[in-house]
Each structure stands twice: as C-alpha cells, then as structure tokens.
C-alpha cells in the first residue's frame, strides 16, 4: 500500500485498530502479553491520529466511507480540524494511560482477569474515538453504547479493592444508558423529519424542515442525553462515584479521555448539525449551557475543597473543568470555542497526569487512600509528587504551565465577548480552585510519623513525567495546540 | 566588557536558577553548598552591570524565548526600570546571601538545602520581572516570584507558620488572579499587545472614562505593591526567617509590585495620558493614606520585624504615589525610591536577623542598653534608618527630594504635607530602637554569641547606603530615560 492509500484508511483505523485487538487481548491468557496488545493498540492509533492531525493540518479534510457506500445511505468517518483535535488528544492520553497500566492495573485486580479488562480497555478507547471520529447520528449512538459497556466493565473491576465500584459501575450503567436513551429519542425525531442520519446532510435539511417544533424537540432529547455523557451540571452525579472507586488506571483513562470525547459530540451538534437554526442554539447556550457551566464549576470547586478522598477530590474538580470546557462553548465565538478546544487538550493533560500520581500512591502504598493517609509523602515519594505538584499547578493555572494557556484563552474569549459578570464569577473559582489544591500540597508536605523512603518504579513515574512535561511544554510553547483549536473552532464558526 | 549583552541577559535571568539546581546536589557538602549561593549572587550581578551598561549606552537587550500566542512573545527586552531593579535585585543578593548563610548556620535551622534553593528561584523570577519583554511575561513570573516564596514563608513548619502562609497565598494569588490578570488581558484586547511602549499604548485604545477603573484593576491586582487594604500579607509572611524578609520581602517581592506599578503606569499608561485623564487622582490620596495609616501602626508595633513590615507598606506607598501623581519629575523619583528604599530597608532587617541570631531578642521594649554590646549593628541600623528617613548624606534623601519637587510640580501641596509628616513619624519610630540600644539602661541581659556572617552584610549596605547618595548619578541618569525614551 502506497502512504497516500494509508493516509485515505486513515480514518478508520484509529478506530479499528484499537476494536479489533480487543477480542485478541480477551483470550489472551497472559496478562504482560495482553498488555502489549493495548499498547500496540492504543500506539497504533495515537500513530494514526498523528498523522490525521499532520494531513489536517496541511489544509487537508476528509471523509471515508464505510463499506465504500456513500453517504446519506453509508455510514461515513469525517476528518476535519476539530475531530482530529480532539482525536489526537484522545489518542495520545489513551496511550500514555495504557502504558501506565502495567504495573498499575495488575496490582488493583486479579491477573486471570486482565485479558478480558485490556478487552475492555480497547473497546473503550476504540468506541470513543469511533464517537469523534464517525458522521452519522445513528452511528454515534452505536459508538456511545460500545464505550459505556465498555467503561462500565473497567469501573466495575474496582471491586476487588472496594465493593462500592460495583455500585458506582452500576450507577453509571443506568445513568449512562439513561442519557445514551435520550439522545438516540432525539435522534428518531431529527430522522422522522428529515430522512437522514448523516450528520453533514443533517445539517443541509433541519433548516429546510417546517416543522421547527419536532427539531426543536429533537434536539432537547440529543442535547440532555450528552449532557449525560459529558457530566455536566445536574447530571454529573454518576462521575464523582466512577473515577473515584474504578481502579487507578482506569480513573486516569476515563478521567483524561471519556467525558473528552462527549464534549466533543456536543460542540459538533450544536456548531454543526442544527447550525442552521441559530436562534434555538443561541437560546440553548445563553440560557441552558452557561448556567448549567457556572453552576458546575462553582458546585464541583466547592465540594472539591471540602472532599477527603483523594481520588473523589479531583474528580469534583473534573466536574468543574468540564464546566469550563462548556461555558467556552457556550460563549460561541470563535475565540470561545477555540478556548474550549485549547481546555479540552489542556485538561486531559492535567488530570490524566493527576489520577497516574494518584495511582502511583495507591499501588505503591497498596492501598486507597485519603488526604490524611497522604502526610508526608512529598519527602517519601519525591520524583511522584513533584510530578503531581506541576500538573497541580497546571490546573489551578499557574503561568508557564498549560493550565495558565487554558485560563488566558477562555478570559479573554470572554472579555471579547463581553460577558463581564462571567468573567468574574470565572476567576472567582479559578482563586478557589487554589484552595482545594493547597490543601493537598500543604499535606504531601507536612511532617508525618511513617517518613520512610517508597522504591518509585520507573514503571509508573515515566508514563507520569510524559505528561507533567506536556504540562510545562505546553505551557511555554503552546503555538501547536492553540493553533489547532484555533483551527477547530475555525471550521465551526466559518472564521468569523 | 566582559561578555554580550544578549549573552549577559541569558545569564542574569538563568543563574539563579542553575545555581537553585546545583544546591540539591550540593546538599551533602554543605560548605559548597552555601557558597553555591555567593558564588550564583557575583555572577548574576556581573551580568546585570553588562546589561546595565548597555542600556546606558542606548542599547535595548533582547531575547525572545517562545511564542506564547500569535504576535505574543515569552520574550526579555531590558527597559531603563528594568535594568534599575535588576541592579538592585541582584547586587542585594549578593549581601542577602552571605548573610543567609551566617543567619541559617547560626540559627541551626533545618532544611537549609531547600531554604537556598528556593531562595535562588526567587531570585530568577525577580530578575525574569525586571527584564520583562511584555506584561505577560511580567505577570508570569510575579506568579512565579509568589509560588516559589512559599516554602520560604512556611519555613518553619509550624502551625503558625502555615496559617501565615495561607494568608501570604490568598492574598497574593486571589488579587492577581482576579484583578491582575483580566487587567493585563483588557489591555490585550484593546490594544492588540502588551510591550513596554515609552509613552504607553492605551491613549486612544481604551475611553477616559475606563481610565480610572483599569489602573484600579492594576493597583489592587498587584498585591505585592501592598496598598492598603491588600497590605496584610506583609506582616504576616514576617514569619520566615530574616533572610527572606531582607531580601524578599524588603527588595524581591516587595520592589517587584512597586516595579510592576510603574512599568504600568510608565509604558502601558503613559505619564502624559494618565495625567490628562486624571485617572491617577484616587490612588494619590489612597496612597498618601496607606503612608500615614502604616507609619501609625509602625509605632504602636513592639516586635522589630512587624514594626520595619509596617514601615515597608509606608515606604512602597512612595513609589506608587510616584507613578500616580504622574509627572516627570515624581516618577524619577519613584524609580530612585526604589533603590534607596532596598538599601535601607535591608540593612534594617539583616540587623533585626542579626540581633535575634546574637542575643535572640525580637521586642524593640528589650533591645535597651544593647547598642553597646553590638555597636556595628546598631550603627548600621542607625544609618540604615537614616536613608529611609531621607537625611543627607544618605541615599534615601535623593528620592525624596525628586517625589517632593514632583508633587510640588502637580501642585498638590497636601501631599507634600503628607511626606513631611511621615518623615517626622519615621524619625519617630525608626530612631527609637536605636536610642534604646545606645541610651538606656539595660534591661535584660543576655550572651552575645557573635557571627562575623551577620554583622557584615548590614555593615556593608549601610555604607551602600551612604555610597548611593554620592555616586547617584547612574541611578538617575537611568530613572530620567525611563521617562524620556
């Protein structure tokens, strides 16, 4: 095969790579060699996306066709600016997480079981860059489905450690199914009026459909049901419990890429599909999605600092950076929405990089642990927590790190837009933000009574220095990133 | 000359933070650990006198690092300001640093390896703000300058140590991230870039009537310039270890708000727009009263340390007070305070550290009749204050005259008022430990254990101090380019 034929299957391998190992890794009975599938898989597809971000880039956007049938009637994967952005970001967390989980997952289950949880791990990674990837409203719900079964397994693995993951996996499971029902609704009644399920002939029709009632309703039930999967505010609840009690590695996949990948999905109905119809989306962002933003970053900021387990702490505070990512979205403009897509790459560094330090506590200390428990282990565990302490800082924004890039997009989208009573509220929670922050750098470093040194295992804190490295990379050339979101958002707005 | 300016620029700013590198690989030895510190100070100061000297010469040194976003550089460009408090931030560190080693030595203090290697990181961020190529560049690192002074601050690991440090972090962190930081953005948007431009950038891209609420965002976003109400971190941080209150929260920390202010007011504002807008009128009387408020609580201060905190929120007022009245003259004379002050007010605390680590006496109420066991200290707290007070021969009567001749020129008679009588209230409460040590009868008898470490340091700025008031000139000559070009 010549690079241009590779380049043209591109878009379907970043997702089948990952899917079809999966079956491979279940019967897999030797765990470091199912492990090496994931990494072969997940690698592949960071390799894929790599090289759809390069073509992209290069002014490039295409479209494969499944089965070679053509769209309305053929399922059809779309590259363009934003989906191999958020792609790219996906991917390249996927793979890091996935390196991270040798030593990582096997400590937290039991070794018979890890064929089957790689299985799992690939059909997650698989089924949500098949969610960014695809362009056909039926065919998402399929992928949305694939991920959530899939992540439900892997939460549920927790319960070896702690029997409350299996509640937590089941919340999820009813909850996500709930939210995957509603958009799936939604779409039966964007097809009963329109006849089409691709997402660009979507876009072309809903405008010309006179019934602006039944697309009105449609796009309630699509829009409550991703707002399900994204975790934003009220209907956040199935996520604290999730990332909390799923074993390590797995917190720090989903916590980098699942909700990621949901965003995604919704700056692509909202931008693209109902485009046409500015007036209910204006309505929907104004009225709906920033205040659900605000509520999200201020209720998840608040419980954050008043949070004592550890791994429950920083998922409150996910609550509240998807609400950034959403309240970007939700300014609309091009400059939001790139601030959006800047956060969206920026967060999945900082919070992967915080749930692998976390890991590496629980599995080196062998077991959960709360803030109480972490006393101390600035001194034990130094190359780990100065590790933690750069991707905390990212996220409370400090200058040179990529969360400081996050803060000055998303402040000056909203100053441009003239949103000033947000802008307050918005570094209100950023000054809060430092406080559940401090409270943990404040304990890594107190004086404890066990001081004695933990063996770090390169194992775990390589993976870990990838990211907390991003996090200052990007944070003192930030060009590539700003650049690609800036061309995402782009192709949503049109350039305006 | 000794090397490029580039080169010598590369060099001030990437010193500190070898030498902050070197020190956890030093730890084991600690003698080559502690001169790490000395040695990391010369070489930093030798390359801020080859950018100064290149700036004199009309040159304007320059290194751009990185893009930070389209057409904004993580660039260094050294201004007249910049390289006044280069100057002063690094020659200081070479004194600061001697002293912190006789200080932390003769104190027994614990994790001296991480106390020196914060302390060169602070240093880094400091000269990384003075040669600033924009605000952006200068807003990172003041949050740097912040971060990396915290475990300075919580040194000691105390209960108390900590709350001061939470303070020290909220307010310095809370007022940029809130104010600061949407301050120095609103100009972006204005104005499309954030350079220091003589005459300023913001005549003509922003309303008059925006004028004032900006510079507001501007004064209480910079927390470091400590104008009331946001001056209660100053006191509070008071709880490290001397060294970092002699040199950071004297010079660094403190010099890098007032410095922030005038660069705002200097190359964002413009001294002619501000003048013309009247945007600055507020901020004269505020800072006119955080001068006196201060000075007042100064006096009623019986620890040493609280009470030179309380006189440094007075003394920064100065410089802000100089950015606002706005004129030529004033803001010279700002730029000059900010040298005259450092010299000074150092010399106060390396004796106030030297006195504890001697005698360990903290109350100025005990330091009766001590003057004649430590005549050096005293004697150089004797000159030291002098400056402050702004007597003749000593540095500090230079800036007053040109903040004085600068109000005079505005017109504004009360706050020349003003200036009299908190001259008469530092004379007050400046001199009175002083003549306790010389004048009264002891009251409390104590071991002096001497460390030649802690006496020199003082010894030396005081003389720095009389010094400047002879060799000004290239202070001035840079404080008047500040304002011409």
Known sequence: MSLAQIIANLPALVVAIPLLLSPVAAMTPVAGLAWLLAVLGSGAAFLCALLLQGAVTSGESFSYFLGNWPPPWGIEFVVDAPSAFTVLVMSGLAFVATLFARTALLAEIAEADAGKAYAAWLLACGGLSGLVMTGDAFNLFVFLEISALSSVILIALGAGRDRRALIAGYNYLVIGAVGATFYVIGVGFIYAVTGSLNMADLAVRIPEVPQTTVVMVGFGFMMAGILVKAAIFPVHVWLPAAYAFAPSAVSSLLAAIATKAALYVMARIVFDIFAGMPEMIGFALEFVLVPLALGGIFIGTILAIYENDIKKLLAFSSVAQIGYIALAFGVSTTAGIAAGFIHIGNHALIKGGLFLAVGAYAVLLGRRINLTQMAGLGRRMPITTTAFLICGLSLIGLPLTAGFISKLYLVRALLEAEMMIVVGLVLASSALSVAYLWKIVEVLWKPAAVIAPVREAPALYLPLWILALGNLWFGVAPAPLVDAAMRAAMQFTGGM | ?485
């Open chain 2, 1 to 485: 000359m000794l090397m490029q300016p580039q080169t010598a620029l590369l060099v001030g700013i990437f010193a500190p933070l070898v030498t902050a590198l070197l020190v956890p690989f030093l730890a084991v030895r600690s003698n080559w650990r502690d001169i790490a510190g000395p040695v990391g100070a010369l070489v930093t100061f030798v390359a801020a006198l080859e950018v100064t000297a290149d700036v004199l010469a009309g040159g304007v040194p320059t290194w751009v690092a990185a893009e930070l976003a389209p057409g904004l550089d993580l660039a260094f460009r050294v201004t007249p300001l910049g390289a006044i408090f280069g100057l002063v931030a690094s020659g200081l560190w070479i004194v600061a640093a001697v002293y912190s080693v006789g200080y932390m030595r003769g104190n027994h203090e614990k994790h001296q390896t991480r106390f020196a290697a914060f302390y060169a990181v602070a240093v880094h961020a400091a000269m990384a703000i003075a040669w600033s190529g924009n605000l952006l560049v200068l807003f990172i690192f003041y949050e740097i300058l912040t971060f990396s002074t915290f475990p300075l601050v919580t040194h000691k690991d105390s209960r108390a140590a900590r709350d001061a440090g939470r303070l020290y972090m909220s307010i310095l962190v809370g007022s940029s991230v809130i104010l600061l930081l949407p301050a120095v953005i609103y100009v972006w948007l204005m104005t499309g870039r954030l350079d220091f431009v003589p005459g300023g950038i913001l005549k003509d891209a922003i309303p008059a009537a925006a004028a004032p609420w900006l510079l507001a965002a501007f004064v209480f976003g910079v927390g470091k310039a400590a104008v009331m109400p946001l001056h209660r971190w100053l006191p509070a941080a008071m709880v490290a270890p001397t060294p970092v209150s002699a040199l950071l929260h004297a010079v660094a920390v403190v010099k890098a708000g007032v410095f922030t202010m005038l660069m705002v007011v200097v190359y964002i504002f413009g001294i002619d727009f501000l003048a013309e807008t009247r945007a600055a009128t507020w901020l004269v009387w505020l800072t006119c009263f955080t001068i006196l408020a201060s000075s007042c609580v100064a006096i009623t201060k019986d620890d040493l340390k609280a009470r030179l905190a309380y006189s440094t929120i007075s003394q920064l007022s100065y410089v802000v007070l100089g950015a606002a009245i706005a004129t030529q003259v004033a803001a010279t004379g700002a730029a000059l305070h900010i040298v005259m002050h450092a010299a000074g007010k150092i010399t106060l605390f390396f004796v106030a550290g030297a006195i504890y680590v001697q005698a360990h006496i903290t109350r100025i109420s005990e330091l009766d009749g001590q003057g004649r066991e430590m005549p050096w200290l005293f004697g150089a707290f004797f000159l030291g204050a002098l400056s402050i007070i702004g007597i003749p021969p000593l540095g500090g009567s230079w800036s007053k005259f040109y903040l004085m001749a600068g109000a005079a020129d505005a017109g504004l008679v009360m706050v020349l008022a003003v200036l009299s009588l908190s001259s008469l209230l530092n004379i007050y409460y400046l001199l009175d430990p002083v003549a306790r040590g010389f004048f009264k009868p002891k009251v409390k008898e104590v071991k002096v254990n001497r460390h030649v470490l802690t006496v020199l340091p003082p010894v030396l700025t005081a003389a720095l101090s009389v010094a400047l008031f002879f060799f000004a000139g290239t202070f001035l000559e840079l404080a008047e380019a500040m304002v011409t070009r």
